[in-house]
């Protein structure tokens, strides 16, 4: 068996919308991770998330491309499989993700100020972004870190 280290904490970006409408961005931690064998191979660190009905969409962003102020189309785990891009929030947080790096969408709702709603969002540098999206079926919450 192979050592299995402490309890992982996994860093993901979540784009929310507080009580006025605004959105912002938290750095959160998925933390619920329990040891657990899966069939005959040696236990490994899970953290198994609600089943909810959900589509998975993969989306290829060109070089260039800009996604001006909009909201995502439900809440959504985002996953940069390639590439680079940006997510600038309401409330002027901008973060970065490449390959790897994941975040939680879940800016609907948001009330326009100031010629802003949701979020923007855009390709960083030579290459197109390759993006995997899971949509879940769910409302959202506009609790910030609330999946852990």
């Given at each position: ?7 992982p904490?996994?860093?993901?970006w979540?784009?929310?919308?507080d009580?006025?409408?605004v ?6 931690h ?19 998330q ?55 969408g879940?800016?609907?709702n ?19 972004a ?5 949509q ?12 852990k």
């Amino acid at each position: 068996m192979s050592d299995i280290g402490s309890k992982p904490s996994i860093a993901y970006w979540h784009l929310w919308v507080d009580a006025d409408g605004v959105s912002h961005q938290t750095q959160c931690h998925l933390t619920n991770f329990d040891m657990k064998q899966i069939g005959p191979a040696d236990p490994q660190w899970n953290n198994e998330q609600r089943s909810h009905s959900s589509t998975v969409v993969f989306t290829v962003q060109p070089v260039g491309w800009i996604g001006e102020w909009h909201e995502n189309p439900a809440p959504q785990w985002i996953v940069v499989l390639s590439g680079r891009w940006f997510i600038e929030s309401m409330d002027g947080t901008r973060i970065e993700q490449g390959p790897g790096e994941f975040s939680f969408g879940e800016d609907q709702n948001c009330v326009e100020k100031k010629g802003k709603k949701g979020h923007r969002s855009g390709t960083i540098g030579d290459e197109p972004a390759v993006l995997m999206t899971v949509q879940l079926h769910v409302s959202p919450s506009r609790d910030p870190c609330r999946i852990k």
